[in-house]
């Protein structure tokens, strides 16, 4: 079955400091990769995707994610966090031989950014 | 522009009784996805439609947990018998369409269910 792993529950940070979530799938084939993230008392909403071509994309609020087939895995960076980025971050996958959007979401981590 | 509701916020109900969760997507949103998410078990994929019909119910945990959507719009998921391990937030999720498996999903604010 598919799965996807996120190693760290709970991620603390002071201000300033550089973050790296890890995220790794269990699927052969093609996948759509995704990252989202719930703000304390908000919605899930989208950082970034990943489809196909530079394996570095970036997304809102200075966030990026590198997608390494090789290594099944899909990690979440950004060089400087802010305490405004306390929040839980979900790692997705989407495997194109499903049909349609289905996502398999990861557990979760929660960063908390101290000011 | 409106973003997907969900309605109830909260319900809290005692076992054995029957609920209905209600999910307004966003409008044009031809695809429409149900998750549970629960402590110690993350998000779940329950069902998804396409239109009215849907063709991944590989997520319903059992047959007391059914869905239906009326009008390529509103959505309802319906659990019979609750039981306590049905305690969760369900959360819905619409985009705009739903074949490439690269549409940006729009989550709703869930609505929190407590079975006691």
């Known amino acids: 079955a598919q799965s996807v792993s996120q190693h760290n529950h709970h991620v603390i940070l002071s201000e300033a400091a550089s973050l790296e979530l890890g995220c790794n799938y269990s699927?052969?084939?093609?996948?759509?990769l995704f990252w989202y993230v719930q703000y304390p008392g908000q919605h899930l909403q989208l950082l970034l995707k990943?489809?196909?071509?530079?394996?570095l994309v970036k997304g809102i609020k200075g966030f990026e994610a590198e997608f390494i087939k090789s290594k099944f895995s899909f990690n979440l960076r950004k060089p400087s966090v802010q305490w405004s980025d306390t929040a839980e971050y979900f790692c997705?996958?989407?495997?194109?031989?499903?049909?349609?959007?289905?996502?398999?979401f990861g557990q979760g981590t929660e960063l908390s950014v101290k000011p | 522009g409106a973003g997907v509701s969900q309605s109830p916020s909260n319900k809290v109900t005692e076992k054995g009784k029957d609920v209905e969760l209600r999910c307004d997507p966003i409008?044009?949103?031809?695809?429409l996805y149900w998750y549970r998410q629960s402590l110690g078990q993350g998000l779940e994929f329950l069902i998804y439609?396409?239109?009215?019909?849907?063709?991944?119910k590989s997520g319903l945990p059992s047959d007391r947990f059914s869905a239906e959507r009326t009008g390529g719009s509103v959505s309802t998921l319906t659990i019979q018998r609750t039981q306590q391990e049905d305690s969760a937030v369900y959360l819905c999720?619409?985009?705009?369409?739903?074949?490439?498996?690269?549409?940006?999903?729009?989550f709703g604010p869930g609505t929190r269910l407590l079975v006691l």
């Open positions: 999720a619409s985009s705009l369409h739903y074949l490439t498996g690269q549409e940006t999903q729009y």
């Open positions: 990943y489809f196909s071509g530079d394996p």
């Open positions: 997705a996958v989407n495997a194109l031989g499903n049909q349609g959007g289905k996502l398999i």
């Open positions: 439609f396409q239109g009215n019909s849907a063709p991944d």
């Open positions: 409008s044009g949103h031809t695809a």
């Open positions: 699927y052969g084939g093609t996948v759509n």
